[in-house]
């Protein structure tokens, strides 16, 4: 399966609990943290959802 890099660019501070709690889901805790997922449907929609705090690295 392939697998896509996600990096956290924002603070999750301010921001609604569904969308700490999506960033926790990924794996992401730090600012300029960057995690390795496989590329599946699920993990596509959790990073639609928080796409205004994390960038996918190529």
Do not use: C, F, W
């Not at 501070?13 to 569904?18: F, K, L």
Request: glycine share 6%; no cysteine.
């Amino acid at each position: 399966m392939a697998t896509i890099k996600i990096k956290q660019v924002k603070s999750k501070i301010g921001y609604p609990v569904d969308q700490k709690r999506t960033l926790q889901a990924l794996g992401l805790r730090k600012i300029s943290q960057v995690v390795e997922v496989e590329d599946t449907p699920s993990v596509r929609g959790m990073i639609r959802k928080v796409h205004h705090l994390v960038n996918v690295v190529e």
